[in-house]
């Protein structure tokens, strides 16, 4: 994936004048500041360049796939750790995730209690959710 450029005193493309200065800086590859640089190919449409998820005060968490040209290695001796929901929706997700994963840990009430489990899904990511105690 080509780098990405930032606006130059947040110039008017496009993205940028959607975008608010708390959220991302940078531009698509689409936008015009990223004029003259490579298109994506069309077998790549589906992937993700930039998923972003900010919270209310200003953090930021972004992800992308790899594109064709950059070679994918899978991740190691990481985890996702999701906390801070009910248990009831923590269940949720574990249910969404747990399609096609495979369980590490099932979820089930942890010593400090809650709920807690642990899963590798479908595409290689370790997750550990918590579900607060109610």
Known sequence: MPRERRCSARRACPP???CSPRRSRLCP???SC????PVQDPDQADLVM???LTTDDGLVLMAA??????T???PAGISVSLSGNTQARTQEVWDALAAGATVTMPLDIPPWGG???MLVDRFGIAWMLHGAPE
Request: charged share 30%; glycine share 12%; net charge positive.
């Open 16 to 18: 940028c004048r959607r």
């Open 29 to 31: 590859s689409d936008s």
């Open 34 to 37: 990223a004029r003259g640089r």
């Open 50 to 52: 930039h998923a972003q």
């Open 65 to 70: 796939d790899t594109p064709n040209g950059m």
């Open 72 to 74: 994918y290695e899978a």
């Open 115 to 117: 709920t807690f489990g």
